[in-house]
C-alpha cells in the first residue's frame, strides 16, 4: 500500500520560513504528478505548488516567489519551502500523490495526512 507521510510543519513567526516534506513509501512503480494543498479553518482546501506529470512546476499566485517546491527522487520526497509566512498563510498543508503501485493497476490519487502551519502574526 502506498503511504504519503508530511513533516515539518510547526508555529512560527511572521516573517519566518519552514520546510514541510512529503514522504512518498510503499510498493511504488511511478509518481506521477505531486500537489501540495493547504485547508485553513472554515475554508476550501486550495492548491498550493505542484510537480506535473512532466516534471514542471506551477504556483498558486498567493505561493508565487514565496514558496518553492522540490523534490529528491531517490528518496521518494517531495519538499515545500515556505518563505515570508505571514498569518494567512496558517493552514492544513497537505500532499496528493498520483502514483502507480504496479504495472497492472491504473494510477490512483494518494493523500497523507496534513502537516499544521501556524503563523503568529
Known amino acids: 500500500q502506498v503511504q504519503v507521510v508530511e513533516s515539518g510543519g510547526g508555529l512560527v513567526q511572521a516573517g519566518g520560513s519552514l520546510r514541510l516534506s512529503c514522504a512518498v513509501s510503499g510498493p511504488i512503480y511511478k509518481i506521477n504528478e505531486v500537489e501540495w494543498h493547504r485547508q485553513a479553518p472554515g475554508m476550501q482546501r486550495e492548491l498550493v505548488a505542484e510537480?506535473?506529470?512532466?516534471?514542471?512546476?506551477n504556483y498558486a499566485e498567493f505561493a508565487s516567489g514565496r514558496f518553492v517546491i522540490s523534490r529528491d527522487n531517490a528518496k521518494n520526497t517531495v519538499y515545500l519551502q515556505l518563505n515570508s509566512l505571514n498569518a494567512e498563510d496558517t493552514a492544513v498543508y497537505l500532499c496528493?500523490?498520483?502514483?502507480?503501485?504496479?504495472?497492472?493497476?491504473?494510477?490512483?490519487?494518494?493523500w497523507g495526512q496534513g502537516t499544521q502551519v501556524t503563523v503568529s502574526s
Open positions: 496528493r500523490v498520483n502514483a502507480q503501485f504496479s504495472i497492472y493497476f491504473p494510477a490512483q490519487d494518494y
Open positions: 510537480f506535473t506529470g512532466g516534471g514542471t512546476t
